[in-house]
């Protein structure tokens, strides 16, 4: 990922992996909790929102970038109100989007899914605007888009093999 970077630190790098493993994390204990939580998919969403503010409040403070909000007098407009509770309700409902796919599919298949979806970004990127796509972009976008029909494949042909399996016991 960071073949292109000006340079690369054992800190980055450190990150770098954390977040993948807190990701994954996350996500094993979402698909657990979709079957376990005795709450309904909006209460799911909410109070993982709600949780998320227990953390990320102190982190704006100590970084001064609530002082910061609410000294800028350039963003307490009723545009800025208006777009930013419109990003709130999109996220949120994006949130419930994700919980959704991982309780109806599983973890790798989510996973699989968050890396397909830079695909067709870096292609709209390109189109809208105007973005320069070199030949290692091009084969990287190749590469995910076989890796994604290669997993589908794999996907449909277990669903099957499981299929004639249950019809030849039945």
Known sequence: AAWKDVYITYAGM??????CLCTAGYILYMKFA???????KFGMVFYNNVLCMVFLLPV???NG????????????????FFKNTFAGFVGFFLNFA?????????PTTYAIIGALNK???????FFLFDNKISGETWFFIVVSMCGGFLYSYAK???????????QHKG
């Not at 979709?34 to 309904?40: E, G, R």
């Not at 994700?98 to 599983?106: A, I």
């Not at 695909?119 to 990127?125: K, T």
């Not at 449909?156 to 249950?166: C, E, M, P, Q, V």
């Open 14 to 19: 450190f990150w770098m992996m954390m977040n």
């Open 34 to 40: 979709t079957k376990n939580v005795k709450l309904s």
């Open 60 to 62: 704006t403070i100590v």
């Open 65 to 80: 970038e609530l002082s910061t909000f609410l000294q800028t007098d350039a963003i307490h407009t009723s545009d800025y």
């Open 98 to 106: 994700s919980l959704n796919c991982v309780s109806h599919t599983g």
């Open 119 to 125: 695909v067709p970004i870096a292609i709209l990127g």
């Open 156 to 166: 449909i042909y277990a669903g099957r093999k499981k299929a004639r399996s249950h």
